[in-house]
Nanobody
Framework: QVRVVESGGGLVQAGGSLTLSCAAS????????MGWYRQAPGKQRELVVD???????NYVDSVKGRFTISRDNAKNTVYLQMNGLKPEDTAVYYC?????????????????????WGQGTQVTVSS
């Protein structure tokens, strides 16, 4: 069973830093992309940044220059280095991964692409 688990959230003062980690595990054939989303109280979930197989990254404008995504393919892990944190960064941060794994269709095991979500980790930035 494929699982995605994130960690590293916490409470930090404005201007501080945090590093989030997200690890995918299970019967993984390929990870097409991994990324970070966040959801603040009263707001919809938004993409923070993602990274594709080719290494292309896409950041939301509000975090450009402050957040950096990186990955360790050998560990199926992606990180989010967050610097210069602001109170408006306060949210639950979720890891998302598009993963190809083997699924049984009743006759054969076939590669199947699915999105997987982590449980979320709280990031709180105080003024």
């Amino acid at each position: 069973q494929v699982r995605v688990v994130e960690s590293g959230g916490g409470l930090v003062q404005a201007g501080g830093s945090l590093t989030l980690s997200c690890a995918a595990s299970g019967s993984i054939l390929r990870i097409n992309a991994m990324g970070w989303y966040r959801q603040a109280p009263g707001k919809q979930r938004e993409l923070v940044v993602d990274i594709t197989n080719s290494g292309r990254t896409n950041y939301v404008d509000s975090v450009k220059g402050r957040f950096t995504i990186s990955r360790d393919n050998a560990k199926n892990t992606v990180y989010l280095q967050m610097n210069g944190l602001k109170p408006e960064d306060t949210a639950v941060y979720y890891c998302n991964a598009e993963i190809v794994s083997s699924w049984y269709d009743g006759q054969y095991f076939v590669p199947t692409t699915r999105d997987y979500w982590g449980q979320g980790t709280q990031v709180t930035v105080s003024s």
